[in-house]
């Protein structure tokens, strides 16, 4: 059975591993694939989906492609759901379809809540810092977002330490606080233990953890080359081949002997790894069918490591990172 924790101090439970739309749920992949996994996932108690406006091929279809899914198969579970979408990233041509403006926040979440047909977002991000804006204007503009009643929670996404704090002082100075912090978080990449995890605990934030799978890397399907069916092989995809390098894949295989022991498949115990710090709410995976969804969810069944394991992990990994 699925895990919940609370997000931060808030009264909001999260599922520990959540669906993330990033990949495979576009015009360009195959919808009967993306509605199984979805189906399959808030069957298995998975409450919470991760879209962006962006998401696709093309930008914007990931989005249509759920709102469809959920309108046609579960539209009277919608109180059972957690919805999220975010804006910051390039969206559309000219100066107001990028960055985090004001402008670009309010007409992006109208755009995602036409193209979804949904009244309103559970939480609706800020995706990325904006050097060209000031903090203040994109925290007003979410805060406006939900006095607006168009998202219910606020969230914020891959904002440095600095940024971030500035940003979630802003909020909770006007009573929006900030559900959740959004960044990637993985064996091979650790980044976030340094500042941003203490900074979410500060304030009470959750922290959700994107490709914690490092897109992939930290399961076994890289282990004896390229496979044609990943997302390292496919132009699309956000994965280089060149990031596929020996030397990572040679730390999968020894990570994959510890997972092994542990009687987990390496997918399974890279996720588990990245729930074992308390501050950790939820993981984001990506998935490419239902297959992958199901081995994923298996990591709940063990979460535990002793020291040993975590020490061996720590040598093993001695900074990779991706
Ligand atoms: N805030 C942000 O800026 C940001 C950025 C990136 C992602 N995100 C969010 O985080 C979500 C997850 O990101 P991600 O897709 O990079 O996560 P990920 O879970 O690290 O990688 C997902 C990919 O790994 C492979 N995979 C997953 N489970 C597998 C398994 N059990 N065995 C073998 N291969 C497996 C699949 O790739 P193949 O195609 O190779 O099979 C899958 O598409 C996104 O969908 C999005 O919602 C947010």
């Known amino acids: 059975m699925m895990d919940y924790s609370f997000c931060g101090n808030s009264g909001l439970q999260l599922p520990r591993i959540s669906l993330g739309l990033w990949h495979n749920f576009g015009f360009a992949d195959d919808y009967e694939t993306a509605r199984e996994m979805v189906i399959h996932a808030f069957e298995k108690g998975v409450t919470h989906f991760d879209l962006a406006n962006n998401y696709g091929p093309p930008p914007g279809s990931a989005e249509s492609n759920f709102g469809k899914i959920v309108r046609d198969n579960l539209a009277s579970h919608r109180d059972e759901m957690i919805i999220s979408s975010k804006a910051g990233h390039l969206?559309?041509?000219?100066?107001?379809?990028?960055?985090?403006?004001?402008k670009n926040l309010m007409a992006s979440i109208h755009q995602s809540l036409k193209r979804t047909g949904l009244d309103y977002f559970d939480i609706f991000y800020s995706h990325r810092y904006d050097p060209n804006t000031p903090v203040e204007e994109t925290m007003q503009a979410l805060v406006d977002i939900v006095r607006q009643g168009k998202a219910l929670y606020i969230g914020?996404?891959?904002?440095?330490?600095?940024?971030a704090r500035k940003a979630l002082n802003y909020l909770s100075e006007r009573d929006v606080r900030c559900l959740i912090f959004q960044d990637k978080y993985s064996l091979f990449n650790r980044k976030p233990e340094e500042e941003i995890l203490g900074i979410t605990k500060e304030f009470g934030t959750g922290f959700i953890a994107f490709s914690p799978l490092a897109q992939g890397l930290l399961t076994d399907k890289y282990l004896q080359g390229i496979p044609d069916y990943?997302?390292?092989?496919d132009p699309a995809g956000f994965l280089q081949k060149e990031q596929v390098t020996p030397g990572l894949v040679e730390k999968v295989k020894q990570l994959n002997v510890i997972a092994g022991q542990r009687g987990q498949t390496m997918a399974e115990m890279a996720l588990a790894w990245a729930l074992r710090d308390e501050r950790v709410t939820s993981l984001i995976?990506?998935?490419r069918n239902v297959a992958q969804l199901k081995d994923n969810l298996n990591a709940l069944h063990n979460l535990s490591f002793t020291q040993a394991e975590l020490s061996q992990i720590d040598t093993?990994?001695?900074g990779a990172s991706l």
Do not use: C, F, H, N
């Open 91 to 102: 969206m559309w041509e000219g100066p107001y379809g990028d960055g985090s403006s004001r």
């Open 156 to 163: 914020i996404s891959k904002y440095p330490p600095r940024e």
């Open 230 to 233: 990943s997302r390292a092989a």
């Open 285 to 287: 995976v990506g998935t």
């Open 316 to 318: 093993i990994l001695d």
